[in-house]
Structures are given as structure tokens and as C-alpha cells.
């Protein structure tokens, strides 16, 4: 996997994943590690520079709205705070309501938006401590929600009103309470 994640900037982005998603264990890393120098002369020799960028961003929020009732929650006088720190995440939410009847009664406001390569001195997870300045944000402008993504947006924090943090773990409690509750999703 490549990925911006918030692994340092020597790792390139480069992760080794196993079939059920988890970091792959020593044996598979030491075998990836034992053929480098082979994969990148074949590399090197057979692609010359053709590399092929494409955005998944259209594919991304298309599966979205088949998952979740964006129309409702559209409808909801939200203020709301992303903080994107500084990753992938930057413009999809945007992006999401902006489709939806002029992004519904939904006002979002992005910090940390911009491409930085370093990430604004932090590995950019999801954490109080890498979050203060969204804190004093929350707290100053009245904000319904603040979401926070990790470098890769595939984790997620939150904000409650006037800055009280929420890590993933309460946020994915949260999301499951929802779904059993008002969703009647049992996990079946």
C-alpha cells in the first residue's frame, strides 16, 4: 500500500498490508525487504516514467451516498469544522455536499487543507495533542461538530462542541450505538 498516512517521510508512504488489511507480519516483510533490489530493477527497466494518476475522489463519494442517508443528514442545520491535517481528506466532504441541493442546510469549513508534505511538523493522526489549534477554533466560532482525518482519512476523530475531543474508538462506539439503535443493524 501507498499511502500519506502518518508514518515518517523515510517510509515514502510504503506500507506492507497482509490479506486481512493488518500490517504484515515479520516473515512477509523480511521476504519483501530479501527481493527490493530485484522488484526495483525490473521496475525501473519496464515502466520508464509511466505512471498513470487518476482521482478516486468521484468513485469514492458515488459509493457514499449509496451507503449513508446524505440527504438527511443534508438537511440538518450543521456547522461544521474538518480538520484534514494536511492529507487526502482535504475537499471530499466539501465535495460530497456541494452535490446535494447546494450542500442542504450543511456549512463546512476545512482547516488544515493544504498539501504538506511534512505534514505540519506532526504525524498526522487523529489525537488531542495534535488538534489544539481545531480545539480553540471549536471553542471561538461555535461550531456543531468538528471531524478530523488522519493523513490517509481512513480514521477519524471528533469534536463536540466547545472542543471536548473524541478519539476513533468513541467516535466508532458512537456509529455503532447509532446503527443498532436507530438503524436496527444487529450485525447480522
Known sequence: MITASHNPAEFNGFKIKDGY???????VTGWVEAHIDAVETHCNASLQSTVVTTSLILPYITRLKKSVSIQRVAQQPLKVLVNCLYGSGSGVLKKLFSEIADGGLIQITEMNAHSDIEFGGINPEPLEYNVKDMQARMKAEAF????IFDGDADRIGAMAPGGHFLNSQDVYVLLLWHLTRFQKKLGR
Do not use: M, R
Not at 488489511?21 to 516473515?27: L, R
Not at 456543531?144 to 471531524?147: A, Q
Open 21 to 27: 488489511g493488518k500490517s504484515a507480519d515479520p516473515d
Open 144 to 147: 456543531d461538530i468538528g471531524l
